[in-house]
């Protein structure tokens, strides 16, 4: 497909690495927080990290919907999938998670029937076809994914579709990025932004971050081509004591988003009072419900389901991580009692998490301390 | 060769398998055929998988167009 190759130039990569050696090269430091999961993997797959100088810290924030994901809700999507004619569908990452029973995947290793989907559409698919089934689809994500869930909520309705239903756990990209401004342990210079979600919302929803925080902001791709070019935008706004949003990602991000999914977002979703994020607690508005107009297909209101309040593992570090206060290796259980393969937190569970992006590609190796 | 349901909903790539939605990434896809009745279209990926997406979002589209591709809905056209 075109685009992708000349988004992967190694001669290109080069010259930007260079300018930017340039910019970072006046005695200062610069913390750049990735905000999306999907950035994060670009970083690591392409070895972005190891071209950067030292004086550019990247810092891996909470835009993995895997990541966030409390316990309680994993728990909820266990429970839902063990009742007795329910098939659940969800997306492929959401299965590894761990609960406090348990994941789905071992629900499903015990009898449970939950099955992977790519997009809300094929969860729809199985109710049409399997009229005998409680079919219900966990739905998870940020602006970016909430469209589909929308626009397929709305088929279901003008099918009449009664066994169809859905578990909302969609979140909102702006109120964990003011909570994490907030915060007064988080120290950010810019912001590289989350380009899909973006492609919803536009890049104008986030001038808040330069006019009300004081840090720029730059709306990036997800090629390595692009994630190094927003570096460098970011830096020159920060080398010049500019302060805005800039949109690198201009080929698929309109400055004002897609009024089509914003409108389709407004009519099937209302927003939360709050909602429990892992490792950074319960932020207010910041997921979504379905609205009253789609109460049918609330999974949560006809099985009167409930999330139950669970602690996140003592030992799991998840939430220094995603605040980027802590490397992922920091962490004590890291490589140790949570891996890929039997992962203790979120952040291991999905390839974008930081952890596991840092495991599979063997950041751990070179840049831990080894033990004396 | 169609995907949607099943272990094939993972991107497999180098060194790593990737959940294209928690990952927050869409993909270029090309349109083989619409049904702008329906607001679907039949597309084309890079691996030459065929998948249906919703394309009510970008308005009617044609085949031969380039879409970005999200949980199997269009977001954008590619420009």
Redesign the interface.
């Given at each position: 497909?075109?685009?992708?190759q000349e988004f992967r130039d190694p001669g290109l990569g080069r010259a930007l690495a260079a300018e930017i050696r340039t910019l970072a090269a006046d005695g200062r430091s610069y913390k750049l927080m990735e905000v999306?999961?999907?950035h994060t993997?670009t970083i690591y797959?392409y070895g972005i990290d190891g071209i950067l100088p030292p004086e550019v810290e990247l810092v891996h924030g909470p835009?993995?919907?895997?990541c966030v994901l409390p316990m309680g809700r994993v728990d909820l999507a266990v429970a839902t999938a063990r009742m007795p004619g329910v098939t659940l569908a969800c997306?492929?990452?959401?299965m590894r998670v761990p609960g406090s029973a348990g994941s789905l995947l071992e629900a499903r290793s015990q009898g449970a029937d939950v099955?992977?989907?790519?997009?809300?559409?094929?969860a729809l698919?199985?109710a049409r076809a399997e009229p005998d089934r409680e079919v219900v689809f966990f739905a998870?994500?940020?602006e970016?994914?909430a469209?589909?869930t929308a626009?397929?909520l709305r088929r279901a309705q003008a099918e009449e579709l009664a066994n169809f239903t859905c578990i909302c756990n969609h979140v909102l990209i702006e109120p964990p990025l003011r909570a994490l401004l907030d915060s007064a342990d988080v120290q950010i210079d810019g912001f590289i932004g989350?380009g899909?979600?973006a492609?919803?919302l536009g890049a104008e929803p986030f001038l808040f971050v330069p006019r009300e925080y004081g840090r720029p902001f730059v709306v990036s791709g997800?090629e390595p081509l692009d994630v190094l070019q927003s570096i460098r935008m970011l830096l020159e706004q920060l080398r010049e004591g500019a302060c805005t949003v800039q949109n690198q990602y201009?080929?698929?991000?309109?400055w004002a988003g897609?009024p089509?999914?914003l409108a389709?977002m407004d009519e099937v979703f209302e927003v939360r009072p709050e909602f429990e994020w892992r490792g950074l607690g319960a932020i207010p508005h910041s997921a979504l419900a379905l609205s009253g107009a789609y109460a049918d297909f609330d999974a949560e209101r006809r099985f009167a389901l409930h999330a139950p309040d669970v602690e996140d593992p003592p030992a799991c570090q998840c939430g220094e991580v995603l605040k980027g206060l802590i490397k992922p290796w920091d962490c004590r259980i890291f490589g140790t009692g949570c891996t890929p393969e039997r992962p203790a937190g979120t952040c291991m569970v999905?390839?974008?998490g930081a952890c596991a992006a840092y495991y599979?590609?063997g950041r751990h190796e070179t840049e831990r301390e080894p033990v004396a | 060769m169609t995907r949607g349901v099943g272990p094939e909903a993972l991107v497999r790539g180098p060194g790593a398998v990737r959940c294209t939605t928690c990952g927050d990434i869409a993909e270029s896809v090309r349109v083989v055929r619409a049904d702008p009745g329906a607001g679907l279209a039949l597309c084309v990926d890079d691996s030459g998988h065929e998948l249906t997406v919703q394309t009510e979002l970008v308005g009617p589209v044609a085949a031969g167009e380039v879409l970005l591709v999200h949980a199997g809905t269009a977001l954008a056209r590619e420009a």
């Open positions: 497909m075109r685009y992708v999306c999961g999907g993997h797959r835009g993995c919907p895997v997306f492929g990452d959401v099955r992977i989907v790519y997009s809300p559409l094929d698919a199985i998870i994500g940020f970016t994914t469209p589909s626009l397929t989350p899909h979600v492609t919803v997800f201009g080929r698929a991000v309109p897609n089509r999914a389709v999905s390839p974008e599979t590609y | -």
